[in-house]
T-cell receptor, first 114, second 112 residues
């Protein structure tokens, strides 16, 4: 079984709709991240969390919110989706004890906002 | 100016060629460097960390020159299975910030 899972894997929604992307991990890592990837731009950090009570904005947090319900779960919400939020979204985890800060990614969620 | 810059390619090479990827970064406080590999429509996966003294893992060699803020990856005897996008990644700053800055990636296509 995969250590980092994301649901859904693909989603089509309409402008103005609220949607939630879920991420779960079985690695026991404290740190979790949400990124989006767009062609030609690389991965950009949306939000990150270092433990259940910790939420931090990343480079491009506007239009997004997150919830860290438990160590193993980190969800990303788009309160009112817009077409320029069409992208590939990745969740990732890392271990505080890992000095090299290796991040482990989920398989991604492809989101299309019409 | 992007914090981590890479030539997007694509690099099209014959099997057996040696390939060199380069990357520059802007934050002189960065102390951790990595190369990730991303296959088409898949998630990025760590290929190797880059140590100050340079390091090698099989056919792959990674180096960093902190004075010029330059990171490189060499692939010897490239194989079709090496075809992927290679992401240069830099820690945002010194210490254990956990925040990584990703380059846009360089695409490699190795033809048999």
């Amino acid at each position: 079984d995969a250590d980092v899972t994301q649901t859904p894997r693909n989603r089509i929604t309409k402008t103005g709709k609220r949607i939630m992307l879920e991420c779960s991990q079985t690695k026991g890592h404290d740190r979790m991240y949400w990124y989006r990837q767009d062609p030609g731009l690389g991965l950009r950090l949306i939000y990150y969390s270092f433990d259940v009570k910790d939420i931090n904005k990343g480079e491009i947090s506007d239009g997004y919110s997150v919830s860290r319900q438990a160590q193993a779960k980190f969800s990303l919400s788009l309160e009112s989706a817009i077409p320029n939020q069409t992208a590939l979204y990745f969740c990732a985890t890392s271990d505080l004890a890992d000095n090299q800060e290796t991040q482990y990614f989920g398989p991604g969620t492809r989101l299309l906002v019409l | 100016r992007k914090e981590v810059e890479q030539d997007p390619g694509p690099f099209n090479v014959p099997e057996g060629a040696t390939v060199a990827f380069n990357c520059t970064y802007s934050n002189s406080a960065s102390q951790s460097f990595f190369w990730y590999r991303q296959d088409c429509r898949k998630e990025p996966k760590l290929l190797m960390s880059v140590y100050s003294s340079g390091n090698e893992d099989g056919r792959f060699t990674a180096q960093v020159d902190k004075s010029s803020k330059y990171i490189s990856l060499f692939i010897r005897d490239s194989q079709p299975s090496d075809s992927a996008t290679y992401l240069c990644v830099v820690n945002e700053g010194s210490g254990n910030t956990g925040k990584l800055i990703f380059g846009q990636g360089t695409t490699l296509q190795v033809k048999p």
